[in-house]
């Protein structure tokens, strides 16, 4: 192991070689807490005054550094080259003698260090146990060193590495720190300092290196020096608060037009009392019209230069604007990145923690719809800030309660998923075994009608027995012992088979039901009646077929309008089971039955279909086969050439019979033929198949009738003009060769 004595000869020499370019101090050394001494010393090689200062100083200075404190530095300068002669000679014997007694002299100190120590004598004054009130009490020299007392260069090397929101924050820290770093001579060390953060650009010239980095870093207002949430202003490069915007902006329509290219103009920001618009800086605005008022007073040259100059600066200004407006995007993305990612460490280090007191993942999860308590729970967790053991402490009881109600509701929408599950499989399981049980039936149909130029004489017609939708199924007792039992989904398949049997005694009960409830409502009207001809298939029993006649038909009572159904339209438009008093109604004591007290017969239209199908000549037709052609029935009796379905062909005349019976209630005087009437055999009744107009034939040239707008009963009847001279012909009884001006163009 090295001696201390070698160790500082070797440090002694390694200073040595660097002396005639270090730096120069004067400095005053405390040596046994008694003696001072000043020298003048090289900044990096103290210990070279060991002639001066014993080895026990000498290895206090070399080894401990960081009690570097204990040297006074009293003045310094670059003294290598303005010394004189002498000095350098002194300072140079006092390093050769060092070389020859570095040694003798530690045996010395270790020999001073043997011997006992000297008598102490007695204090003549009396001992002061009180600091004079009018003293300033000085600290111990032997205290912790401040950051006044570090050496100039070392805390301007150290500040170069910092970042510029340390800088500011230093600079602010005392009047020494201010008074050096706000000192021109510092300038080096902001700029230093930029260059630690990547793409900032560079410092304008008309701005200082302190305040453009505050501008940019510190979240305070640029006129009142007040802290505020506002975004920086790039182009006018500030930063105001709300009541500073009102007093330091002005609106683009209160400056005078001819200064207005002279100026930074901004509408990014929020607008004082709500004016949007732009926006320029007052301070600026002011400064151009006096600059502008005294460059009138003088040449047209000056004036020109003057512009010229102003105009240099704006365009400047937007540059250097538009690359601190990249700058600031960049920033801000990096500040919600690094926010982001400081609130999933915290969260992720909220849950561990919560996780190690027993409370599940399930529990913690506050993010879907059903919890109560997001905002809660979000306001207390999602902070950019770090979790530590003090903030735990005070964040867990505000953390427990929310946890307590957040389980509760965790559970019960658990339960409720499970029996969602187990309601879609069901829902799956009786898709099946609608395909299974009750298929749709498929026959061909033969059309007894004059098939149109482009179908064929026969059709396949689909009739789709009566099944419930399983949303009304579900309400069935043995559904609900299925899907309430809190068992697993892969269980479902088994319990279901098990209850198969029931599930189809119950289906056909259903079905039953329905059947026995039409037929039971067909043969209080009329049990002569015939069952449908065309539908040739084994498996539809004769009540079947008579209930698929076309002229059997219904309507729903819990709907308004009126409108004819028939019998296979209800199953699938849903009237037979959606009606508003279904649910209320579908309860224990009706054993799971479809309420169908809605479903009633509809007379009127049923006269109507017997007239219509007597008209075409296929009394006894099928809705099958009348569905089969589709919109291909048109009204051969008024004006109304529109393509129309079977149900509602026979609407259309239900409607002109109630309207014919109000007009003669209202204004029986009137002449009103009723033109749908079957006594009228000029015309048929329906026409099928008719040929087909062009896309916008039926948009031109609409025309309205002028008598039918004065008929107190609404009824407005509107065609080309040839259908509306047609429609008085033979509604109002008008001579076919008369020019009526009872048409108006619509």
């Not at 210990?47 to 014993?54: E, G, H, N, Q, V």
């Amino acid at each position: 192991m090295h001696s201390k004595s070698d160790h500082i000869c070797g440090l002694r020499d390694q200073m040595n070689e660097g002396l005639a370019t270090t730096r120069w101090a004067r400095v005053r050394c405390q040596i046994r807490n008694a003696t001072h001494v000043s020298l003048d010393l090289p900044i990096p090689a103290l210990a070279l005054s060991t002639t001066t200062i014993t080895p026990r100083i000498w290895t206090w200075i070399s080894f401990g550094y960081n009690n570097v404190y204990k040297i006074e530095i009293i003045q310094s300068a670059r003294l290598a080259n303005v010394k004189s002669k002498k000095g350098r000679t002194k300072t140079t014997e006092l390093s050769e003698d060092h070389k020859h007694n570095a040694g003798s002299n530690y045996d010395k100190y270790k020999q001073e260090e043997s011997k006992p120590p000297p008598r102490k004598r007695q204090r003549t004054i009396k001992k002061v146990s009180k600091v004079p009130p009018h003293k300033k009490h000085v600290p111990d020299k032997q205290g912790p060193a401040t950051l006044a007392d570090m050496p100039l260069d070392i805390f301007i090397e150290i500040a170069s590495y910092l970042l510029p929101t340390d800088i500011i924050s230093l600079a602010r820290l005392t009047k020494s720190t201010r008074n050096l770093l706000m000192h021109r001579s510092s300038t080096h060390v902001w700029r230093a300092s930029m260059g630690n953060i990547d793409g900032l650009p560079s410092c304008p010239p008309d701005q200082s290196e302190p305040h453009f980095l505050s501008l940019i870093f510190l979240k305070k207002c640029s006129a009142c020096g007040g802290s505020t949430k506002a975004k920086l202003n790039e182009m006018l490069r500030v930063r105001l608060c709300g009541a500073c915007r009102t007093e330091h902006l002005v609106y683009s329509a209160d400056v005078a037009q001819k200064l207005a290219k002279f100026l930074l103009w901004s509408s990014d920001l929020t607008p004082p009392k709500g004016r949007l618009g732009d926006y320029t800086l007052r301070a600026d605005y002011e400064a151009v019209a006096v600059e502008h008022r005294q460059s009138m007073r003088g040449s047209k040259k000056a004036l020109g230069e003057w512009t010229m100059e102003k105009e240099a600066i704006v365009k400047r200004r937007q540059k250097e604007a538009r690359a601190l407006t990249r700058f600031t995007k960049i920033m801000e993305k990096d500040h919600q990145k690094e926010q982001k990612d400081t609130f999933k460490a915290r969260l992720k280090e909220v849950h561990r923690r919560l996780q190690e007191m027993g409370w599940e993942p399930g529990y913690m999860d506050f993010t879907n719809k059903w919890s109560t308590k997001q905002e809660e729970w979000n306001a207390l967790v999602l902070q950019p800030k770090p979790i530590n053991n003090r903030v735990w402490v005070h964040l867990v009881p505000k953390l427990v309660p929310l946890l307590n109600i957040n389980r509760k509701e965790y559970r019960r929408w658990v339960k409720e998923s499970r029996e969602r599950d187990r309601t879609n499989q069901l829902h799956r399981f009786m898709d099946k075994l609608k395909l299974t049980d009750t298929p749709a039936l498929h026959f061909q149909l033969k059309l007894q009608l004059p098939p149109p130029k482009r179908a064929y004489r026969t059709t396949t017609a689909t009739y789709q027995p009566s099944f419930p939708f399983f949303s009304r199924a579900s309400r069935w007792p043995v559904f609900k012992k299925l899907y309430k039992t809190d068992e697993l989904i892969t269980n479902m398949h088994e319990s279901f088979q098990e209850k198969l049997e029931d599930v189809r005694a119950q289906l056909a009960a259903w079905q039953n039901y329905i059947h026995e409830y039409f037929v039971n409502l067909l043969d209080a009207q009329s049990k002569g009646l015939q069952p449908a001809t065309g539908v040739d298939n084994p498996d539809l029993s004769d009540d079947l077929k008579r209930l698929l006649r076309a002229d059997v038909l219904f309507r729903n009572t819990s709907r308004s309008p009126n409108e004819p159904l028939t019998y296979d339209a209800l199953a699938l438009h849903g009237d037979m089971v959606r009606s508003s008093r279904y649910q209320s109604t579908l309860d224990i004591k009706s054993n799971g039955l479809p309420y169908l007290a809605h479903i009633v017969l509809y007379p009127e239209a049923q006269e109507v279909a017997r007239m219509l199908l007597a008209d075409m000549g296929i009394p006894n037709a099928s809705s099958l086969e009348m569905q089969t052609y589709r919109l291909d029935l048109v009204c051969g009796r008024c004006h109304d050439a529109r393509r129309k379905s079977w149900g509602e062909l026979v609407q259309h005349y239900v409607e002109a019979n109630e309207l014919y019976a109000d007009i003669q209630k209202t204004s029986p005087g009137i002449t009103y033929n009723h033109v749908h009437d079957p006594v009228y055999i000029a015309r048929p009744m329906v026409i099928y198949d008719p040929p087909r107009e062009t896309h916008n034939a039926g948009l031109k040239e609409r025309h309205v009738c002028v008598r039918c707008e004065e008929i107190p009963v609404k009824n407005r009847v509107s065609a080309s003009k040839a259908n509306i001279t047609q429609h008085l012909i033979d509604v109002y009884g008008y001579a076919e060769d008369s020019d009526s001006d009872d048409v108006w163009d619509e």
